[in-house]
């Protein structure tokens, strides 16, 4: 469901319907509509480097809208929705705000099953206008928006929670009918919504993956959060970037194979090769290079691999990693 463009910005890729376009790149931006769907621009790359879109397609028609700083489309079986969160001294309540009203609508349409979200967060560790830091200060009006909407939405889905190089906060997620969605958790890993209240007042509000059956056209599809090196709930390698990538893709090899989506009711498993549109995040650049080198080795030749160099959302965590497996 995910690819990069071409150049002509087509709202057909392939003969597909665009749903929705995030592009990574130099700046951020309102949510708009862009050739008939949404379109969200985050700041995630550096001047320097190399901008990429990520686009989610269909072969149904599709529906969309604009609210002021929501953008949201449908096709009768996906529903997708984007809000950006203007930068603020204090977040919880703008963030409680934005999630409720998209779950609102996501409800009233009948997408009732969340399946994957992306949380791009401004000076994710610095600290807001009370001296909380801004990851938990998000984290609290998000668990609040989950809790208001709980009756609603069944269980949390897999998501991402990551820096951005701007200010404020991006949100977008993927939600569809109700009967495909199954969450799965991680034995190496505490659920994140069960951390202890000393990384913040709230957990975080997420799912290690959820996997998502066929609609009946694709397969089905494993969407992994994105996954650092933490076992249990503690960071482990401070400072050491490659032990710390090594924890972080046997977090995944595990979160992903078929012992593990087994014990959650699922036929499935997959190897780490399989892991496509995945993203990389790397806190400090000087880590980059190892990171690419490390990563050529275990990805597949054919997957899209992108890297980003932002913050993470605890000060000891170097890097972070996400993708798909199909
Ligand atoms: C972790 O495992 C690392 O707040 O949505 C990973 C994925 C992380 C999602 C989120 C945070 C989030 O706690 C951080």
């Given at each position: 469901m995910v690819e990069t463009p071409g150049e002509d910005g087509r709202d057909v890729l392939a003969g597909r319907n665009v749903l929705a376009r995030i592009a990574y790149g130099h700046h951020g931006g309102r949510p708009t509509l862009y050739r008939g769907s949404p379109r969200l621009d985050v700041h995630m790359v550096a001047q320097d480097a190399t901008p990429f879109t990520e686009v989610w397609v269909t072969d149904r028609p599709v529906r969309c809208g604009l609210q002021d700083n929501l953008v949201y489309a449908e096709d009768g079986q996906h529903f997708f929705c984007a809000v950006r969160v203007a930068p603020s001294g204090v977040y919880r309540d703008a963030v409680h705000t934005a999630y409720g009203t998209a779950f609102r609508l996501a409800a009233q349409r009948g997408y009732t099953e969340l399946f994957r979200m992306w949380n791009l967060v401004g000076d994710i560790t610095g600290d807001n206008a009370e001296g909380t830091e801004i990851y938990q200060d998000f984290c609290t009006g998000r668990a609040r928006a989950f809790d208001d909407w709980s009756d609603h939405f069944d269980g949390l889905p897999a998501a991402t929670g990551i820096g951005s190089l701007g200010a404020g906060v991006d949100l977008y997620f993927l939600a569809c009918r109700p009967g495909r969605a199954t969450h799965v958790e991680n034995p190496?890993?505490?659920?994140a919504y069960r951390y202890p209240d000393r990384y913040g007042a709230a957990p975080p509000s997420f799912a290690r993956a959820t996997h998502l059956t066929s609609d009946g056209y694709g397969p089905s599809t494993l969407y992994v959060s994105g996954t650092a090196s933490i076992l249990g709930d503690d960071t482990v390698h401070p400072g050491d970037v490659e032990r710390q990538l090594d924890v972080a893709l046997a977090n995944i090899e595990t979160l992903v194979s078929r012992e593990n989506l087994r014990e959650h009711g699922l036929d499935d498993g997959y190897a780490l090769a399989a892991l496509d549109c995945v993203k990389v995040y790397v806190r400090d650049a000087e880590h980059l290079p190892a990171v690419r080198a490390a990563c050529a080795g275990v990805f597949s030749d054919d997957a899209d691999v992108a890297f980003f160099n932002v913050g993470i959302c605890r000060p000891d965590l170097l890097v972070e990693i996400e993708g798909i497996c199909r």
């Open positions: 190496r890993q505490t659920p």
